[in-house]
């Protein structure tokens, strides 16, 4: 089993930035993606962004390149999202996922584990 902890979630203004963290535990050796989803009030939960564990391939969703970047730091089993230039959309609950199959998906049934979440809210 693998554990995800999101945290870094917030309030801030339009313009504003947020770095998103998920720290995973348990058996991380058998994760190859992680990725960033997010769900907003009555909307399908939606790929933002992922990162394979070499670090050298990611895949963002249209809505966020440019704005996002997602990074990780194996030392620490942590995965992080610096957003930049947030926007009222971009308010949603954020999760973290981890995915054990070798390439990038962007469909949540693709994933194995997941986080609880952490809400964040950009204020116009």
């Known amino acids: 089993q693998v554990q995800l902890v999101e945290s870094g979630g917030g309030l801030v203004q339009a313009g504003g930035s947020l770095r998103l963290s998920c720290a995973a535990s348990?058996?991380?050796?058998?994760?190859?993606?992680m990725g960033w989803f997010r769900q907003a009030p009555g909307k399908e939960r939606e790929f933002v962004a992922a990162?394979?564990?070499?670090?050298?391939?990611?895949d963002y969703a249209d809505s966020v390149k440019g704005r996002f970047t997602i990074s990780r730091d194996n030392a620490k089993n942590t995965v992080y999202l610096q957003m930049n230039s947030l926007k009222p959309e971009d308010t949603a609950v954020y999760y973290c996922?981890?995915?054990?199959?070798?390439?990038?998906?962007?469909?949540?049934?693709?994933?194995?584990?997941w986080g609880q979440g952490t809400q964040v809210t950009v204020s116009s």
């Open positions: 996922a981890a995915d054990r199959t070798i390439l990038i998906h962007t469909t949540t049934l693709a994933y194995d584990y």
């Open positions: 990162i394979h564990w070499n670090g050298r391939n990611t």
């Open positions: 348990g058996r991380t050796f058998s994760i190859y993606v």
